[in-house]
């Protein structure tokens, strides 16, 4: 359903961010990016919704090129992507559940977003998604006063709610603790095989990546060096991707695999919603 | 480590303080600079000291005429007061109103460079000129009295205002905007969702300052005849009724101190 | 989970203020509209005014392009006689101020009452504008420069004034702690501890009240207190609107400079 075509993106202070840059997505999978830093990663998620404009190339979402419709479709196109960011970008004087409805603020007319009115529907979901992300209770909470991983869990609602049929996640782990990162991951991966929904994620931790992702995607230097599974990346990939290092701690052993990809297609794990509340 | 081992910074014994300006030329320079340039603007403005002593006497014959200060006139007073207020406040309200299109239009996070190139200069050249200069052309225009008075002080608060907002908006932290832009919400819908919630405290106490400063400037701007308390006051300097102008000053103070007084605690409580 | 527990779990309203939140929100409204209402309708503004307001303001326009550069020699003088005035009292009210100041703040003041003083100080010098106390000095001193400067020194005292004592009442106090702990005199405190640590903001208070003194200065001619306000006057009284677009170019471009040379040595400061 996502197909991108030979996507360029040229600055203009003249850096050639992304050259040539060309994957499709169809089912509902976590599809890893990885690479190291000024790789394009953060600039190929944003030319996927265009907040940032490539310079050429295509985005299809299904039929339509994202990258050259007017500026109303766009908006119609972007309320089926859901974003989440690294630094949650809540707004942080609003109560959690105005920021959960903000998601749908491409659907609703703006007198019922001025009056905070919006359709009954859309609520009852709400406090359905705040439940499930582990948030219940937190609805009239300010923003500003909740912790990392919390915030986080509201980006991750608030993406949930436009019903987005892609979700594009920039490094959701950056900004967090090492315990807090996987309880998220994990979160993440449970609603992608939940609701059906393939996301697109940018992980810098590559053993992270590994563990939740089912397809990985390398990026350096804006191209694509390596498309495959996670069993797939082994030193030498990482050394073509990041340079020379020692990569023998990085790469996950297989062994250790099953301890954390337990939420598979159709198993729930209703554990995770009492570690969730805890932390 | 023994004393042999540690490194020193200075090769001098001793130690110098650190100055604001380091080198000493540039320092002794200036001051010399400052005492040159006092006499010579001093010589050429002819201030001497005949001048100043002429004005003692002078000065102690005007304050002997102010005290007691004549509160007779009271209700002319009242008036001129009552109409600086609402002076201040029809400025305010209309200073807000329209301060919100051009600081919006003044943020370069939000706008095209052309609109925001052509509000930013809108903004300066309002509050380049002094506001007694507006209101000399005011008056030009529409005559005597507060109407003069009002569009002034509606200039002086628009331009006021909208920097606030132009330079709070552009303050924000670029994510909150990314985040509900990706959601495909219009541009009314990222006002009102994301900019309003960040900006309006700010906002509204930087209104109520202006509101405070407003009752300032409406008795300066009374002196050209744009209505206010300051008409009043320039008419009594101009009949020597200095015990009615102490009586006038008196209550600008007052009510400064009051506006101030009020402001700052409403500014406070919408923190 | 039935029906009415699951409309309970999951409600279909929500409101982020509660009703009595709410009715008190419209009050507020309802009492500022009011207030405004109150404000222009007792102004007895003529509203027919505007209609040909446009109109007015081209043609005062036109009068006033091109601008009358011969006028340019007569502009020199004053225009210097405006700095002048500017600078002068600047650095006249920085040495009232500065003491003033101390006396101002809470923790370097020596008593409530002292206290009391300075604030007032304060309060009255920035209540009376600057042109006010024009009229106060050309009164006193007779028309001319004196009176421009006193009046822009006795305006700046309150706002140097107030701006430094806010400082002082935020500095850090565990400086002082350590100074006053090695025995030191209240004088040596002051010297030691407050002053380097409020020397930046005196300094950059100064040149921030100089660079608006500029502008105020351009006007004081105006109630016959020297400078280029009393050309600009009488060629806006004679309806020399050329001559006057000269004038108003030139304070454009004075105030310009003024306000990149402070910005700049603020920059430096900080």
Redesign the interface.
Known sequence: MLQVIDLEKVYSTGTKALSSVSFAVDEPQVIAIIGPSGAGKSTLIRCI?R?VAPTSGKVMLDSIDVASVSRREL?????R???I?Q????????TVM?NLL??????VS?WR??RRKFPPRDVAAAFKLLERVGLEGYQNTRADALSGGQRQRV?IA?ALM?APDLL?VDEPTASLDPKTSRQIMRLLVELVNEQGTPALVNIHDVALAQSFSDKIIGLKEGAIVFQGTSKEITEDVLTEIYGEEDWSLTIRKVDEEDEDTGSKKGKKDNGYIQEAVAG | MTSSEITTTADTPGWNRIR?IENPNVRYGLVVI?LI??LW??G????NWT??L??IP??VN?FSRMFPPDFGRWNLLVKGM??S???A??AS?FGMLLAIPLGICGASNLVPKPVYLAARALIVLSR???E??IA??FV????FG??AG?LTLIVASTSFISKMIAEDIENM?P??L?????????F??LL???IT??TL?RFLGVSIYRLDANI??S??VG??GAGGI?QV??AS?SRYD?DFSLAI?IT??T???AG?FISSWVRNYLR | MTVSEHAKKYPEIWRRFSPTETLLRYLGYLVTVG??V???S??D??WF?FLD?HI??LD?FTRMWPPDFEFWETLMDPL??TI??A??GT?FSFFIAFPIAFLSARNTTFNTATWFVGRFIL??S????T??WG?LFV????P???AG?WAIAFRSIGFMGKLVAEAIEEIDEGVVEAIEATGASRLQVLLFGILPQV??VI?GTAVYRWDINI??S??LG??GA?GIGIL??SS?NQFQWQEVSLI?LT??GV??ISEFVSAAVRQR?S
């Open positions: 919704n907040l908006r119609k196109v972007r309320r992507m859901g974003m960011f630094e949650y970008n809540l707004v942080d004087r609003l105005e903000s998601g749908r603020l491409g659907y703006f977003a001025y980006g608030r436009q594009l | 604001m400052a340039y006092i603007s001093a050429t403005l002819e201030m001048r100043l002429n004005g002078r000065a005007m009552l109409e207020i609402q002076m406040l029809a309200l380049t000129f002094h007694i200069i000399i052309f030009k225009i529409f005559g507060p109407l009002v932290t994510g909150q990314e985040a509900i832009r990706a959601t495909g919400a219009s009314p819908k009102i969702y994301c919630p960040n405290p300032r400037h008795t300066v002196i050209v300051g006051l320039a300097f200095y000053l600008i103070v009510l400064v101190f101030e | 207030v405004a109150w404000a222009v007792f102004l503004l003529p005014y307001a007015q303001a005062l210097i006689e002048h005035i600078t002068l650095i309060v009255t920035r209540s009376v504008n042109v006010v009229l009164a006193i001193f007779g001319g420069p004196m400067i020397l930046p300094y502008r105020e351009t006007v105006f109630v020297g600009l006057y806006i108003l304070v454009f105030v310009l400061i």
